[in-house]
């Protein structure tokens, strides 16, 4: 059983910055693909970035060009940076492992307001 736990959201003014942690308490090579996803309120749960194990990316357009999706083996975490932030990414985010299993972390929650 593989746990995610999220960390790092908050209030931030438009423009600013946050850097998102999603920690494993597994080895992160169990999953071929990471994910961080959003759900706003009464919208439905969206996929902002992923990764896969060979380190190949992809964005939400909503987001590229501002978000980056990282990963560090060694302490079996997932980060995604997000700058320029503005006030329609806020929601909760979440972390996601695919794998011979999904698994979901918690959220934590982001909101970008002035």
């Known amino acids: 059983q593989v746990q995610l736990v999220e960390s790092g959201g908050g209030l931030v003014q438009p423009g600013g910055s946050l850097r998102l942690s999603c920690a494993a308490s597994?080895?992160?090579?169990?999953?071929?693909?990471m994910g961080w996803y959003r759900q706003a309120p009464g919208e439905q749960r969206e996929v902002v970035a992923v990764?896969?194990?060979?380190?190949?990316?992809n964005y939400a357009d909503s987001v590229k060009g501002r978000f980056t999706i990282s990963r560090d083996n060694a302490k079996n975490t997932v980060y995604l940076q997000m700058n320029s932030l503005k006030p329609e990414d806020t929601a909760v985010y979440y972390c996601?492992?695919?794998?011979?299993?999904?698994?979901w972390g918690q959220g934590t929650q982001v909101t970008v307001s002035s």
């Open positions: 597994g080895s992160i090579f169990s999953f071929y693909v």
């Open positions: 990764m896969t194990k060979d380190g190949s990316t």
């Open positions: 996601k492992g695919f794998g011979s299993r999904d698994y």
